[in-house]
């Protein structure tokens, strides 16, 4: 039986992927913050596209579509958006998600999918693995590259190392995701937040010890990859919206503090990119 998805959280990356979704002929129910009701026959798949801290309204939005086999995968940026999806839904139906498709709305406000890649999913359980297993099939024919991941934690880590680099780096220079993939002052700053955050994953023991510089060498792959995209930061900050900067540079200087560790550059960039909201 063909799978039916909902996407929770229709701004630029939900829209991009439920267009990809629907175009291969899945059925999609997309759903923003208070809209209630899934009708038909229950979802077999609900991916939360809500930035990090809608993640509350995005698990309220999320309840109603839910049913005994459901899975909720959350492909927000940052760290805790997960933790959230398994105290609510339980291992046989958290999953960890990570993608690299990229999507903006321009000054019109017209949506662009303006880079494919893969997305990673990591369920918490054996059953969520078995629930799993039956929808990434249909999820590949409709268009979507999808890998299923063995450990959602630390997915949810090597996600969070790329986006601490690459995010606030390209949102406050106002630049598009290739400046940091070659030498230079802007590669090298990405380089230096990338090597804090794998140091705090790996002395927090959420990650094995991982060399810095493959750590950074991920960094500069997805940034050559999506060269031309401009990151959904630098697209809140332009709009004047509220970033994701707390749970990802933020998160990291908090946790490299109770951990003893130093993240000046982290902490930098978190501190810069707030007092840019705020501007």
Known sequence: MTPRVGVVGPGALGTALAGVLRSGGLEVVVRGRGERGAGGRPLDLVLLCTKSHDVEGALETAAPLVGPETLVATLQNGIGSFERVLARFGPERAVAGAT?????????????????????????????????ERCVPALRRAGLDVEIAPDPVA???????????????????????????????????????????????????????TPAHAACERVREVASRTA??????????????????????????????ALGLEAWCNWTLWQLVRARERR
Do not use: Y
């Open 100 to 132: 690299t498709e990229a999507a903006c709305r321009d000054e019109r406000g017209e949506l662009r999918h303006t880079a494919r890649g893969r997305t990673r999913l990591a369920p918490a359980g054996p059953l969520a693995l078995q629930r799993l």
């Open 228 to 257: 031309n995209n401009r990151s959904s930061m630098l697209c809140d900050l332009e709009a004047g919206r509220r970033t994701e900067i707390d749970a990802i540079s933020g998160e990291v200087a908090r946790r490299a503090q």
């Open 155 to 209: 997915l949810v880590w090597s996600k969070l190392i790329v986006a601490a680099a690459i995010l606030p780096v390209t949102a406050l220079l106002g630049l598009p995701n290739g400046a940091i993939a070659g030498p230079g002052p802007a590669a090298q700053l990405a380089a230096q937040a990338a090597r804090e955050a794998a140091r705090v994953a790996v002395v927090s023991g959420t990650m094995e010890s």
